[in-house]
């Protein structure tokens, strides 16, 4: 057991942890990413991180901005509004 690794979703783990117990989200995921080696998607998961911390998201909602790659967002959601485009849902009733 010379390498010791974690995928990314441990990291998203410890992300709603933080968001939870009211610390620092950015610093947490930071941190724990120099820890070990991270498989998977490290940057989605800081940028979210970034997210929640300087711009207040909830961690899925950061996640989701993340991931839509700059891409319209579909919600009724206003969070998304500084971050994405959003298709707001109450347009699409009917």
Not at 14 to 34: C, G, I, K
Not at 39 to 55: I, K, P, Q
Not at 61 to 71: L, N, R
């Amino acid at each position: 057991h010379d390498e010791l690794w974690t995928s990314h979703y441990a990291l998203l783990e410890l992300m709603l942890v933080a968001y939870r117990e009211d610390r620092n989200v950015e610093r947490v995921v930071a941190d724990a990413s120099e820890l070990l080696d991270v498989r998977g998607d490290v940057d989605l998961v800081l940028a979210a991180a970034s997210y929640v911390s300087e711009r207040g998201m909830t961690p899925f909602d950061a996640i989701h901005a993340v991931a839509a790659e700059g891409s319209p967002i579909v919600s009724s959601d206003s969070a998304y509004d500084d971050v994405a485009e959003r298709v707001p849902l109450e347009e699409n009733d009917g």
